[in-house]
């Protein structure tokens, strides 16, 4: 990881052998699945979608852990992200500001944040390692790539850990966080670049946990392989929120 930026790409043979294994499975589950398509039909969310195994091995072959540059964890079924031309698009499901959010700002996020009740406040819910994504099919650059803000990790955990410091570790998972990340939003937005980072094929792209990221509408004239964009997602959890938090 560059500790910098809060990003990197990985690549090798066996990155790629993995994606050539995992990419028919997942075309399957997406043109077979009862899963509502979100956004105004433009993106599957697939979250678990994904067949491979603890180890993340898939249809035989082995996710090279090596290549990645990660020490092996336990895996859960990797997300199956796919977005079509279109994206994002409005639904009943998601209020005008939202959808707003969502196009002008690539619905940008730190994940693990869990949004509950009817007012949306958030908390540390599902405390994350890192992520990785693997891009499964061929797609234009504007096909609705990921978007990174480099060095909002840095950010994030100084305004998270000013909102936590004060209480017990233990009890950090059970505080609203909301006014703290939504202030953490917007410096980022102020003094972090943003990066879009398309996804190629026989690469990985491995994020810091707490780097704020999101997804670019889908740019007119872009195209992608059916069913659409497709990357598959891993995001082992940590032990606790202050691991999460504080933890290198």
Known sequence: MDCAVGWRRAAGPGI??????????ATNIVTT???????????FVGVNALPNDGAGRIAGAILPWGELGLEPVMLHRAQLSVVRAGYPKPSVAESDAAFRFRLNHDSAHLDGLIAEGPNKRRRVVEPHRWIVGLA???????????????GSQTIMRQELFTALRDLPEAEWGTVDVTDAYQAARKRVFAECPRVVVPGRVGEAVILH???????APWAEGAQAKDPGRMIAYF??????????LLGS
């Open 33 to 43: 699945s009862n899963e509502d398509w979100r956004c105004g039909e433009t993106w």
């Open 235 to 244: 995001r082992p959890l940590m032990n606790s929120v202050s691991d999460w």
């Open 136 to 150: 499964l099919n061929d797609a234009d650059e504007g096909a609705s790539p990921l978007v990174v803000w480099e």
């Open 209 to 215: 946990r707490l780097l704020v990221h999101g997804v």
């Open 16 to 25: 790629s052998n993995w994606s050539r294994a995992a990419a028919p499975l």
